[in-house]
């Protein structure tokens, strides 16, 4: 395998320590705008040493930095829309071409339509991520068997959405997330850890909010179909706290390859359907 799934997990307990020695292969973060998605990846990335790949993340860099694909996504973004696919396919397999993706990664945003769940499948079958093992030529078309990507889909009531995103606050020098709400900094509008002044995303007004849901209800929904019917979803109930949510998402990536198939996990409330 590619990425082969070291069994670290102890029967009845998840270890919380670091694990940034295996090979963890394509984490992919499902859920609408507010979810957690970013909070979560920091965390999955804290713990395997795996790389946050968000492409909402990349858009904005390309977008402070006014190159050509900044310009064009600039006034989609602003209004809360999708920007096309084809200008997405060439950023997300730069950024999985570097050699930080070659142990895994966690996706935070894409796939968002079905046409780019089906690119990310054949990019993933066609690309050599770990160039230490073997060649492209020996793995041929098994290599999507050999590693799949673990597929996990966060679900958060409407209402505790908006306030999610109504609330989010992020420091422009190390990214870290809060929400006046939930996790206020220590100091009003400054970051606990340097001092910065955090800022309000240009898309998180109520006025984009409606739009931002409403993309990703038309659209975005298509995805969880997509790996829900190549049975990969994993649901989780993300309207809990942060660190819940954290074990839940530990447990199905620790477990992922050597979990039964399509049953539910009464312990933890995930819904298994791989
Ligand atoms: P996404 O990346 O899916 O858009 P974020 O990770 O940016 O979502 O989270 C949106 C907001 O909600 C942030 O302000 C974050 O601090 C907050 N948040 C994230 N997870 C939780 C949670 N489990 N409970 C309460 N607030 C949360
Ligand atoms: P996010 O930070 O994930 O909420 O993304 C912010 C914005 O970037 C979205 O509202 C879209 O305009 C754009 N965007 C991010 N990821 C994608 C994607 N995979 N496909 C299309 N547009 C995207």
Same mark, same amino acid.
Request: net charge neutral.
């Given at each position: ?23 963890? /292969?394509?984490?992919?973060?499902? /859920? ?13 990335? =804290? ?14 860099? @390309? ?37 930080? #993706? ?8 894409? &796939? ?34 050999? #590693? ?25 020098? #190390? ?5 006046? @709400? ?20 240009? =898309? ?20 969880? =179909? ?14 809990? &706290? ?26 933890? /409330? ?5």
């Amino acid at each position: 395998a590619i990425f082969p799934r070291r069994e670290i997990r102890v029967k009845g307990a998840i270890s919380m320590a670091n694990d940034t020695a295996r090979n963890v /292969g394509p984490v992919i973060l499902l /859920g609408p705008p507010g979810a957690g998605k970013g909070t979560q990846s920091k965390r999955i990335v =804290d713990r395997y040493g795996v790389p946050q790949i968000s492409t909402g993340d990349l858009l904005r860099d @390309h977008v402070a930095r006014g190159t050509e694909l900044g310009l064009e996504a600039k006034a989609i973004m602003a209004r809360g829309e999708l920007v096309p696919d084809e200008l997405m396919y060439g950023i997300v397999a730069n950024r999985l071409r570097e050699a930080d #993706c070659q142990r895994g990664f966690v996706l935070d945003g894409f &796939p968002r339509t079905a046409a780019q769940a089906g690119w990310l499948d054949a990019f993933l079958e066609k690309e050599v991520f770990d160039k230490g093992s073997e060649k492209r030529s020996d793995k041929g078309s098994e290599y999507p068997q050999n #590693c799949p990507p673990v597929v996990i889909q966060l679900l958060v009531d409407y209402t505790q959405l908006l306030l999610r995103l109504t609330g989010r606050r992020s420091c422009p020098t #190390c990214g870290r997330l809060y929400n006046i @709400h939930f996790q206020p900094p220590l100091v009003d509008e400054l970051c606990d850890v340097d001092g910065s002044k955090l800022v309000i995303r240009n =898309d998180d007004r109520e006025e984009v909010i409606s739009g931002r849901l409403a993309a990703y209800e038309t659209q975005t929904r298509l995805v969880t =179909d997509y790996y829900r019917a190549q049975r990969r979803l994993v649901a989780i109930n993300a309207d809990r &706290p942060v660190e819940e949510v954290t074990a839940q998402i530990f447990g199905v990536i620790d477990s992922h390859g050597n979990d039964s198939h399509g049953r539910v996990d009464t312990r933890s /409330g995930t819904t298994t359907q791989s």
